[in-house]
Structure formats: structure tokens, C-alpha cells
């Protein structure tokens, strides 16, 4: 009886705490970064594509639309966007389904009557960090402003800076209202994989993302950190920050 007793109470802390241990499991999913240059003067109809046939298409396809944006200054006609997928296999039986589909070939065809709509499109594919917040995908009204951030370390200094934003910057970015998205490494065979980190802040508006990098560089937390990191050289290389403020779609379910 003693040991049923033992057995019973065993098995209920097992209901309490087996699922928090899974929902802590790390987010294995591969993340793909897409940007699709717009032909001149289509990227209105580009959009409408996605928002009428494309983003239902990905979805019917096991897909998982995480964000659509439009760059604050768009010299190359930019649509920007971030999808998931349970892994690359998944990832290209799920493209060639799409492909295949029938309403997608016409919803292409229909629209690209008067030309194409998509110049080019670069692409790459992504890994959460460790050290990256939960992705949540939600739609926050009224619409934020997005920030895509790509730094571009020197040669064997990659480590070093997961370390300085997993110990230091993310902490201290929440601390100036910077809110951390998510954090990806480039999967290993893409081309940067060794050297780039490539992540995603959220901000009320403009002034805000101003206001807040502006008290974030001021802090003597992060000016110590920084100095500490750096001990041995810059972590980044000249100019290896890129910075695309960015808008979201209306169509786009992270918001």
C-alpha cells in the first residue's frame, strides 16, 4: 500500500512538470528568410497576390506564415518575409506541393498577365539562437514597427557575441524598451553561417526604436559590457551592422 501511495504521488508530480520541461524544449523548427525584389511598379500586385491567394496556399500546404513586411525605405522594391517549417525535407515537399497546386498556378498566371511580378528573390535559411525569447506570432494592434538587424562578426568572434547578447544585450535592450523578437544563426550551409547574426526587435513607432537605441548605447551596463567583450579586438567588422526598419503587411500575421 505504502509503495502505491509512493507510485501515486510520483505520477502526479510527473503531470505537473512533464509538460513544463516540453513547452521549455527549444524551437527546432527551420526558419527561412525570403525577400522578393518586385518587378517596377508591382509590388502593389505582388502584395495583393500574397494577401488574396499566396499566404491561404502556404498555409493549405503545412506552412507557417510568420511575418510580411515592407521596408521604411525601399530602394529595391523589397517584400520581406519569414516562414517555418518541422525541417528543409519538410521544407521542399511542402514548395513542391505549392508549386503543383492548381490555384496557385492560376492565381500566377492571372496575375503576371501584364508581365511578372518578382525580379529576384534571395533567400536563406535560419536557426533560433539559444539563447533567442519564444517566437511568439501575434498581431498587436495598433501595428508595430519591425527592425531585421544582421551583424557581421570577425572571423572566429561569432561565439563571443551569442555570449554578450545572451549575458548582457538582451536584458538590457528590454530595459530601454527594445523588444527582442528573435535571434538566428544562419544554418551551417549557407553562405555567412560562420560570421552572421541575424535578429528581429519590435518597437512602437520610429521615435521609439530612436529613443531606445539611444539610452540603450548610454547605459554604463552596456558600455562595460561592450568594453569587456572586446578586450581582444572588435567583435564586429567595419560596418557590420545592417539595419532595415520595416512595416508591417496588412496581411501579416506577426504584427
Known sequence: MKNALVFTAFAALLAVFVPAAR????DSRVFELRLYHAAPGKLDALQARFRDHTVRLFEKHGMTNVGYWIPAENPDNLLVY????PSRDA???MWKAFFA????QAAKEASEKDGKLVEKVDASFLALTDYSPKLVIEA???ARQFELRTYTTNEGKLPDLDARFRDHTI?????????NVAYFHRMDDQPGAANTLVYLLAHKDDAARKAGFKAFGQDPDWQAARKASEENGPLLIKGG??????SPTDFSPLK
Open 23 to 26: 513547452s521549455a524544449d527549444p
Open 241 to 246: 551592422v545592417n539595419s532595415v526598419p520595416m
Open 91 to 93: 521544407r521542399e515537399a
Open 171 to 179: 536584458e538590457l535592450f528590454k530595459r530601454h524598451g527594445l523588444a
Open 101 to 104: 497546386d492548381p490555384d496557385w
Open 82 to 85: 519569414l516562414m517555418a517549417y
Open 140 to 142: 498587436r494592434s495598433p
